[in-house]
């Protein structure tokens, strides 16, 4: 080892101590009389004490990596804000590992450097103390998840990452099979066809830390490629996969944060959407919607009969809601295609508003009351053939009025978990969607259900939310093949589809299949969670960008033609 | 769960026990009076007694997915070769979870099904106890590894997959951009560029178990998608990284085999080649290759003259070598383009063979004695103007003849570390091209001769060996951005290659790199040391064939103009 000690580990204790440190000179003060220089590594930074005429020696600035022999004591004045504040290295002797060019901006947790320009130069992006922080946090959670999953018996079995295109697979990245000109292998979405396999493998109990892949238009908290903690378990009930969701994030949340989980809460689906207005609820605060149907239907306002009414309540925001701002809500809802909301304010103890006038002093009284709305709340009100559509609408303005109310602590978590999926819903056209994905069991009273009326079956799907976002999804599946089938058609693919996008996993289902289910979680979100950011790109050691360009190596690029050739493709004649 | 024990968990102590076992019907022996059924799951067999009126309850076949409700009871006869040969289970109900049709092999360690057979129903093949087995151990090799080198502070950090393609990239696998068309990313054959760029950027110590593709023409022992683990660690010098390269080894193998490996062999890469022929060798045996110039050019042998010579003793072989078989060894080492080998036997005393008239009884004698050959030994003798060439074709002979005396004991592990590797090796047409990668650095006291001798620079590149595989490779690196840029034009590279080829990575040598190092080891070969096999598809899960198909989901496979077109790219016109 080219050092006796990392940059940050001495403490009083070795004072006088000959030590050798390496690291990068993250800051330089020649004071004249003295140089002062902090010596900076991943695990921290030490202050190196320097005589000018040592200094003088050869040229030392920003960013230079450096081996420092010296002596360390104790300062004069300590630095109660670093781990290795006590002391200081008196420099006998500097090596110069390698010289720096100035840096395009300063390595420090702060900057104003476009994301761009870091991104162009992401190892110097890396250094930046925040940015370590984050990858072993990553890291931390990801070793934590593993040891829970090992202490419960799951194996680490790693599934083919070139496999097989779904024909309605657009969202598929494609790879050209030389071996097979014309023909493609698939990046996979997720492991999923792969891990239900090994279960009928009889591995019984399957992880895997697992790549995926989807070409779709990125948002800010999506990365082309991906990684999840996926998991799948044989002989099964939905309680048995709760419960190691559960442990796993427990043991997550302490080894990494220290933070002990609370039990998890556990809601319906359709109790989540009612009352939160969202499948994923953030718990950190109240808010909850009220049907106040019952109530509003008695006053005159034409556009509320024959709907159902919903009510949120936001404290002590009467006098803060402008009109502006009110028009603003008002937008954000239409977004989920109901007709709009409508405002209340409880001043000088009666409701005020524009729709006041449809309703008589006692039905507003009774709504007052029955929502327990106090003097200075604002009262958000909205209507629609289907209670849920405006609950959501009114979810999406329950979780912006929680972030503006300050009722997000980034340091409280609230886990939850959301049952009981719909199997299907109905898109406009009348044709089913699997909610989750076609492999999700219903559940067993539900069955006979299939048969009348599909949208109404439940199924044994689990979604895990903490704070607002989905951690994690999964469900028990279908284990008996003409169930399988059955949801197949139910989902309008013909025999040939089925034979031609899951034929060899339909052909496994004759072999004796085991009850089985599993779930996967995002390691990128599950990351932003520990780290508290909310851009996916500082949980990533290298990520694209939202064009799914990686700016420092300059991927995507052009190749040969004679490469294409060997895989016989051709770049389409552009036409425009 | 659906069950309170496993099929391999229950002993003589749980005796009267009420259990539920899962598993697969294994074996069912009905003896009128009685049916004997082996209920089969990943942790072992039991054996269930199943009264004949509760049996012809349903019908119950090889493979059908179950469920038995009973009580332990000891066995009669108690059968030692099985962990829960103590017990059985009575049967008191039976649950059918899936009934399964015959399956098109048996399934058992022993088939004699063509192994087509079984990838194309690899979910079945994977029921098969030898391959559960496999997948176990390279379980527990990587979770070894992983603990061992969290314990050494080494970060996991996950490195792009979707990566740009270098432009004589002919081995790589491309993937069209959909948002840049025309354009590709290419799949990663390592993350050698990646993990340097982590060293720059400061994490210090970094692993990644990571998915490396390589699209070339499958030899047995190779798979398109393939799985290494990658280290890399930050100022240190060549004794850090072997040190954890053999901690990690020795813990491997002692978690996994409960084996102790002994302290890893030396050898620097010319003593290696010289002694036993080969830059892997395996010593689990001696038959040193001995050079024998000076002795047997004493001779009149013309085609001797000039050459380097050298021999090898195979002990007690002479009577077994038959012409035949000298002629295959002859063939075996003109395959290294030499002009091939000649054969001694030691009869009577005396050496014997086609080329004994060219030399005196005292040359002959001398050879014995300074080969120390015995009475019925062979001894193969070659010449060729590069003593490497030689003694390579005489190692191949080594190899084969080790083998085929039983000299390859799989229960022994020799590990091996081979050093100083040459930095460069001269193509036939003069052209340098490097022993391991561009990035390697040169030993320092060797820099001079870059200058005046390229081909005789030894490098800090070193390769871990056990019993003749190549575990791992890796070497120090260059970190001085001028010596990285004289080493790529030795290369031949121009000005525009490096620019174009490794410009962002040139770049980053700008900023203060540290010196570091590293290496992976492949994890497929890794498991078949460990797994005593010599075919990778056995320690792969869903291995590819040799033509890089997946026989069992049937890719790679065409797929809809229409995805192709979004993506920019279309199948080349076919023309024969």
Same mark, same amino acid.
């Given at each position: 080892?080219?050092?006796?000690?990392n940059d940050g580990e001495?403490?009083?204790?070795?004072?006088?101590?000959?030590?050798?440190l390496t690291g990068w000179a993250a800051k330089?003060?020649?004071?004249?009389?003295?140089?002062?220089?902090d010596l900076r590594d991943r695990y921290g930074l030490t202050?190196?004490?320097?005589?000018?005429?040592?200094?003088?020696?050869?040229? @030392?600035?920003n960013e230079?990596c450096?081996?420092?022999?010296?002596?360390?004591?104790?300062?004069?004045?300590?630095?109660?804000s670093l781990a290795t504040?006590?002391?200081?290295?008196?420099?006998?002797?500097?090596?110069?590992?390698?010289?720096a060019?100035?840096t395009?901006f300063i390595i420090a947790d702060k900057t104003?450097a476009?994301e761009?320009?870091r991104l162009?130069t992401r190892y110097l992006d890396l250094r930046r103390p925040c940015l370590q922080k984050n990858l072993m946090i990553r890291h931390l959670a990801l070793k934590?998840?593993?040891?829970?999953?090992?202490?419960?018996?799951?194996?680490?079995? &790693?599934?083919?990452?070139?496999?097989?295109?779904?024909?309605?697979?657009?969202?598929?990245?494609?790879?050209?099979?030389?071996?097979?000109?014309?023909?493609?292998?698939?990046?996979?979405?997720?492991?999923?066809?792969?891990?239900?396999?090994?279960?009928?493998?009889?591995?019984?109990?399957?992880?895997?830390?697992?790549?995926?892949?989807?070409?779709?238009?990125?948002?800010?908290?999506?990365?082309?490629?991906?990684?999840?903690?996926?998991?799948?378990?044989?002989?099964?009930?939905?309680?048995?996969?709760?419960?190691?969701?559960?442990?796993?994030?427990?043991?997550?949340?302490?080894?990494v944060l220290?933070?002990?989980? &609370?039990?998890?809460? /556990?809601?319906?689906?359709?109790?989540?959407?009612?009352?939160?207005?969202?499948?994923?609820?953030?718990?950190?605060?109240?808010?909850?919607?009220?049907?106040?149907?019952?109530?509003?239907?008695?006053?005159?306002?034409?556009?509320?009969?024959?709907?159902? @009414?919903?009510?949120?309540?936001?404290?002590?925001?009467?006098?803060?809601?402008?009109?502006?701002?009110?028009?603003?809500?008002?937008?954000?809802?239409?977004?989920?295609?109901?007709?709009?909301?409508?405002?209340?304010?409880?001043?000088?103890?009666?409701?005020?508003?524009?729709?006041?006038?449809?309703?008589? $002093?006692?039905?507003?009284?009774?709504?007052?009351?029955?929502?327990?709305?106090?003097?200075?709340?604002?009262?958000?009100?909205?209507?629609?053939?289907?209670?849920?559509?405006?609950?959501?609408?009114?979810?999406?303005?329950?979780?912006?009025?929680?972030?503006?109310?300050?009722?997000?602590?980034?340091?409280?978590?609230?886990?939850?978990?959301?049952?009981?999926?719909?199997?299907?819903?109905?898109?406009?056209?009348?044709?089913?969607?699997?909610?989750?994905?076609?492999?999700?069991? $219903?559940?067993?009273?539900?069955?006979?259900?299939?048969?009348?009326?599909?949208?109404?079956?439940?199924?044994?799907?689990?979604?895990?939310?903490?704070?607002?976002? &989905?951690?994690?999804?999964?469900?028990?599946?279908?284990?008996?093949?003409?169930?399988?089938?059955?949801?197949?058609?139910?989902?309008?693919?013909?025999?040939?589809?089925?034979?031609?996008?899951?034929?060899?996993?339909?052909?496994?289902?004759?072999?004796?299949?085991?009850?089985?289910?599993?779930?996967?979680?995002?390691v990128e /979100?599950?990351s932003m969670?520990l780290c508290q950011t909310?851009n996916v790109r500082d949980v990533v050691a290298f990520p694209?960008?939202?064009?799914?360009?990686?700016?420092m190596?300059?991927?995507?690029?052009?190749?040969?033609?004679?490469?294409?050739?060997?895989?016989?493709?051709?770049?389409?004649?552009?036409?425009?």
């Amino acid at each position: 080892m080219l050092r006796t000690a990392n940059d940050g580990e001495l403490r009083a204790a070795d004072a006088s101590k000959k030590v050798v440190l390496t690291g990068w000179a993250a800051k330089i003060r020649n004071l004249g009389a003295i140089v002062f220089l902090d010596l900076r590594d991943r695990y921290g930074l030490t202050q190196i004490r320097i005589d000018p005429e040592l200094f003088k020696k050869q040229e @030392i600035r920003n960013e230079y990596c450096l081996q420092v022999e010296g002596t360390v004591q104790i300062r004069e004045e300590k630095n109660p804000s670093l781990a290795t504040g006590e002391i200081e290295v008196v420099a006998e002797k500097i090596h110069v590992f390698a010289p720096a060019q100035n840096t395009p901006f300063i390595i420090a947790d702060k900057t104003d450097a476009l994301e761009d320009t870091r991104l162009k130069t992401r190892y110097l992006d890396l250094r930046r103390p925040c940015l370590q922080k984050n990858l072993m946090i990553r890291h931390l959670a990801l070793k934590a998840a593993r040891d829970y999953l090992e202490s419960k018996g799951f194996l680490e079995v &790693e599934t083919p990452t070139l496999v097989r295109s779904t024909p309605e697979g657009a969202r598929d990245y494609l790879v050209p099979s030389r071996t097979f000109p014309g023909e493609f292998y698939a990046l996979p979405q997720s492991p999923q066809l792969f891990k239900q396999l090994l279960m009928i493998a009889g591995m019984d109990r399957y992880y895997q830390v697992a790549r995926c892949y989807r070409d779709e238009d990125l948002r800010a908290d999506r990365q082309p490629e991906f990684t999840q903690i996926d998991c799948e378990m044989s002989f099964i009930e939905r309680e048995d996969v709760l419960s190691v969701i559960e442990g796993m994030l427990d043991k997550v949340f302490k080894d990494v944060l220290n933070v002990n989980l &609370e039990k998890f809460t /556990r809601i319906s689906y359709m109790d989540a959407i009612n009352i939160y207005g969202s499948d994923k609820p953030d718990l950190r605060f109240e808010m909850k919607l009220s049907n106040v149907t019952s109530i509003l239907q008695k006053g005159t306002f034409e556009a509320y009969q024959g709907k159902t @009414i919903k009510a949120l309540v936001v404290p002590s925001y009467a006098t803060k809601a402008s009109r502006k701002k009110m028009d603003e809500d008002n937008n954000l809802a239409k977004k989920f295609r109901v007709h709009g909301v409508s405002f209340f304010k409880v001043e000088n103890g009666a409701l005020e508003g524009s729709l006041a006038k449809y309703f008589t $002093p006692e039905i507003l009284n009774e709504l007052a009351v029955f929502l327990k709305a106090k003097e200075g709340d604002l009262i958000i009100v909205g209507a629609d053939e289907e209670e849920g559509k405006i609950s959501v609408a009114l979810g999406a303005l329950r979780s912006a009025y929680g972030k503006e109310l300050g009722l997000t602590d980034p340091n409280v978590y609230k886990p939850l978990f959301v049952l009981d999926w719909p199997l299907f819903e109905r898109e406009d056209d009348g044709h089913y969607e699997s909610l989750s994905n076609p492999f999700t069991r $219903p559940r067993d009273e539900d069955l006979p259900l299939l048969k009348t009326d599909p949208t109404k079956v439940l199924s044994y799907a689990y979604d895990t939310v903490i704070n607002g976002l &989905e951690l994690s999804s999964g469900s028990l599946r279908i284990y008996d093949g003409n169930l399988q089938k059955e949801v197949f058609e139910l989902l309008g693919l013909s025999k040939d589809d089925i034979k031609n996008r899951f034929g060899f996993f339909v052909d496994a289902f004759n072999y004796g299949t085991p009850p089985h289910g599993g779930f996967a979680i995002g390691v990128e /979100r599950l990351s932003m969670v520990l780290c508290q950011t909310d851009n996916v790109r500082d949980v990533v050691a290298f990520p694209k960008n939202l064009q799914a360009a990686d700016m420092m190596c300059q991927a995507p690029s052009s190749v040969p033609e004679e490469n294409l050739k060997i895989l016989g493709i051709q770049v389409a004649e552009k036409k425009d």
